[in-house]
């Protein structure tokens, strides 16, 4: 069975920073790209950033670009997202997603972790 599990969300200041990780078992992901996609109260799921399989080329929306940074670590089956410059706007549940990078940039992915509440104070 596949599972993506989130962690590091949490509160922080406005400025402050927050490192997400998703750690996926079940079966490897070398071949797939990875994404964070983002839930704000009310809103639609949208894309944040991807990164393809072997991470070379990486993928921001504009909200993001220049403040948050997407890596992944293939031996451990893990991406991560760092996300400096926060702001009030950032606060949403956080999601991970797997699957080909085409639907990934559409917000569409193969398998979902449960989300990670991440909350910038102003």
């Known amino acids: 069975q596949v599972q993506l599990v989130e962690s590091g969300g949490g509160l922080v200041q406005a400025g402050g920073s927050l490192r997400l990780s998703c750690a996926a078992s079940?079966?490897?992901?070398?071949?797939?790209?990875m994404g964070w996609f983002r839930q704000a109260p009310g809103k639609g799921r949208q894309y944040v950033a991807a990164?393809?399989?072997?991470?070379?080329?990486?993928y921001y929306a504009d909200s993001v670009k220049g403040r948050f940074t997407i890596s992944r670590d293939n031996a451990k089956n893990t991406v991560y997202l760092q996300m400096n410059s926060l702001k009030p706007e950032d606060t949403a549940v956080y999601y991970c997603?797997?699957?080909?990078?085409?639907?990934?940039?559409?917000?569409?992915?193969?398998?979902w972790g449960q989300g990670t509440q991440v909350t910038v104070s102003s």
């Open positions: 079940g079966r490897t992901f070398g071949t797939y790209a």
């Open positions: 990164i393809n399989w072997s991470g070379s080329t990486t």
């Open positions: 997603g797997v699957g080909p990078i085409s639907p990934i940039l559409e917000g569409r992915a193969f398998y």
